[in-house]
């Protein structure tokens, strides 16, 4: 039987509330399936255990964590530290030290969750990020702190084989989808070096993949073609910053952040990839068993896609759908529900 060697980072906030929902209908799935399990190990690198030891990540850590097939990652953020750092000391270092440049973002309206926006029932997207530069890069710094002429700044980092990489992965996954349409975003009106060659590149790469339809929007305007006419759109590629934003709106636009799944790929599998909802440690329902699983199981379902295994992927989305169509919701969506009830379903449903 094939085993797989999971890393699960819970972090912080509503993090452990969600992954342990995931390891347990994990769990019952690989049960059920038969052919695979999981070798989980807990991590237990959060803002508490930085508040304790003054690091995120231990000596050693990142190596270790190179040995495991994937990582199962929760959220990071505290009232008690500042974002940035919480932000830098834990995921970014896993998702730039392991290479992980493929940040991939469905948004699907699931059965039985109501859009807000009318006729936004026919929202079926995928944003992909791109995840190790750009304005996420690190490079800036500050001068003269604490003086009236401080100064800061803030340097977007674009490189012509970190912006390849990136195009070339989007064709490949457009090409999958049935639509086969990418809409290249970026700000290339205003900003004319970085995203100028993003663009350039972009239009080099399409002519190695004559049957994927692109077309191309201004990250502004896209906000509102998001909004305005959702069906024109399939899969995005956008820089990182651009994409950060537009998928936290494109969970909006399909129900809720408590949905939201994304992968942060390396596609070369040199290191283990990272799958994790897209939301946040939720500071206003911590603790109170309410936090929607569904982005943690959706996200389990991508990580059971990367390590090889489709069908059962497969078999979790349709409990997931087969679940949300029944109404039994967490309050994010309008419903009662806690995480444990929709958890129980979910299970149910896998065995
Ligand atoms: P957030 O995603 O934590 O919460 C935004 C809103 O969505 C809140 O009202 C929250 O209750 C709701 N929400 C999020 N996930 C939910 C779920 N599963 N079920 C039900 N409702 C849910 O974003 P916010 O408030 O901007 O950030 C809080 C903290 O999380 C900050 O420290 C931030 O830095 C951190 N953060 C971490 C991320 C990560 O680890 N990848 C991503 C986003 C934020
Ligand atoms: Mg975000």
């Given at each position: 039987m094939k085993t797989y060697k999971i890393a699960a980072i819970p972090g912080d906030g509503i993090g452990p509330e969600v992954i342990a929902a995931g390891l347990e209908a994990l769990e019952v799935l690989a049960k059920s399936d038969g052919g695979f399990r999981f070798d989980v190990e807990h991590f237990p690198w959060s803002s508490d255990y930085y508040l304790k030891n003054g690091f995120y990540i231990p000596e050693g850590g990142l190596e270790k964590l190179k040995t495991f097939d994937a990582i199962f990652f929760g959220a990071v953020g505290s009232q008690e530290v500042p974002d940035h750092v919480s932000l830098w000391g834990l995921r970014l270092p896993i998702a730039q030290g392991f290479d992980q440049y493929a940040n991939v973002r469905p948004a699907r309206v699931l059965p039985g969750v109501t859009s807000p926006l009318t006729g936004g029932q026919e929202i079926d997207w995928v944003i992909i990020r791109e995840n190790s530069e750009g304005e996420y890069a690190g490079n800036g710094g500050r001068t003269h702190r604490g003086l009236p002429i401080e100064t800061a700044t803030e340097t977007s980092v674009f490189t012509r084989a970190g912006v390849e990489r990136i195009h070339r992965f989007s064709f490949e996954l457009a090409r999958?989808?049935?639509?086969?349409h990418l809409t290249l975003v970026t700000k290339s009106n205003a900003q004319r070096f970085g995203m100028v060659m993003w663009d350039e590149i972009f239009f080099e790469v399409a002519k190695d993949y004559p049957d994927v339809r692109t077309d191309r929007e201004l990250v502004d305007a896209m906000t509102t073609r998001m909004v305005l006419k959702p069906q024109t759109i399939d899969t995005i590629v956008a820089t990182n910053l651009h994409a950060d934003i537009l998928s936290d709106l494109a969970a909006a636009l399909s129900g809720s952040l408590g949905i939201a799944p994304t992968a942060n790929l390396n596609p070369e599998r040199q290191f283990p990839s990272m799958f994790e909802p897209i939301h946040g440690s939720a500071f206003d329902i911590t603790?109170?068993?309410?936090?929607?699983?569904i982005a943690t199981f959706w996200t389990a379902s991508m990580m059971l896609e990367h390590l090889g295994q489709p069908a059962a992927a497969a078999r979790m989305m349709k409990a997931i759908e087969t679940v949300t169509a029944t109404k039994l919701h967490t309050p994010d969506l309008g419903g009662k529900a806690t995480t444990a009830q929709v958890t129980k379903a979910v299970c149910e449903q896998l065995k």
């Open positions: 999958t989808r049935p639509a086969k603790g109170k068993g309410v936090a929607n699983p």
